[in-house]
């Protein structure tokens, strides 16, 4: 159980187009899911807590116009990159929490997404 | 706030000597404290986890860490390495309200047959 999907698993897109990353708990029902993103040779960094029905809370420093998160459902959450630069390339991974679970603050990652911005 | 500190961003061991990975945290409560292991392009798996009961924490894999309040540390060890242990392992810290982790630097483990 608590398995959590990500699609795709590998983009590349041209400067200037928006691209959508989701984040899917297949086996469980996830009020929080976050997202990650991880530069080669980098640690994870966290770049928004996405809570559902509710607006993403961003970490300092992350534009939020520019990574559009949003979490409709209690299985899924969408990062869309907007107007997509090559610095923007980055493998990107969601987690997400399982509320009914009483594991403490355990999140269960998806395999990530690999973007490319050509 | 909270940080985690990874010392060695590589570590490189024999097969079957004897893994350790040191991990040092500063928290301004008590923490919760985990390991996780990454292959190459794929997502986080947790190994173990320390949640305030037994210091010792045994993991998937064949791993243990053990928690010292006084060392602020929780550091990862497995007795005998194997070749699919060659990954990255990220140390990571949290609080109970926030959920939020915050990760170490990460360390890479290369296993030498």
């Known amino acids: 159980g608590a398995v959590v999907s990500q699609h795709p698993s590998r983009v590349i897109c041209k400067s200037g187009t928006s691209v959508k990353i989701e984040c899917r708990s297949l086996?469980?029902?996830?009020?929080?899911m976050f997202w990650y993103r991880q530069f080669p040779k980098q640690s994870l960094m966290l770049m928004a807590t996405s809570n559902e029905g509710s607006k993403a809370t961003y970490e300092q420093g992350v534009e939020k116009d520019k990574f559009l998160i949003n979490h409709a459902s209690l299985t899924l959450s969408t990062l869309t990159v907007t107007s997509a630069h090559p610095e923007d390339s980055s493998f990107y991974i969601c987690s997400a929490r399982d509320f009914k679970r009483g594991d403490y603050n355990e999140q269960f990652f998806g395999p990530g997404t690999r973007l490319t911005v050509l | 706030a909270q940080s985690v500190t990874q010392l060695g961003s590589h570590v490189s061991v024999s097969e079957g000597a004897l893994v350790l990975l040191r991990c040092n945290y500063s928290?301004?409560?008590?923490?919760?404290l985990f390991w996780y292991v990454q292959y190459p392009n794929q997502g986080l798996q947790l190994l173990l986890k320390y949640t305030s009961a037994a210091t010792l924490v045994k993991g998937i894999n064949g791993f243990e860490a053990e928690f010292k309040k006084s060392e602020t540390s929780f550091h990862l060890t497995k007795p005998s390495a194997h070749m699919s242990d060659a990954a990255e392992y990220f140390c990571a810290v949290s609080k109970a309200a926030g959920n939020k982790l915050t990760f170490g630097g990460g360390t890479r483990v290369l296993v030498k047959p």
């Open positions: 086996d469980f029902q996830a009020t929080t």
């Open positions: 928290s301004s409560v008590p923490p919760y």
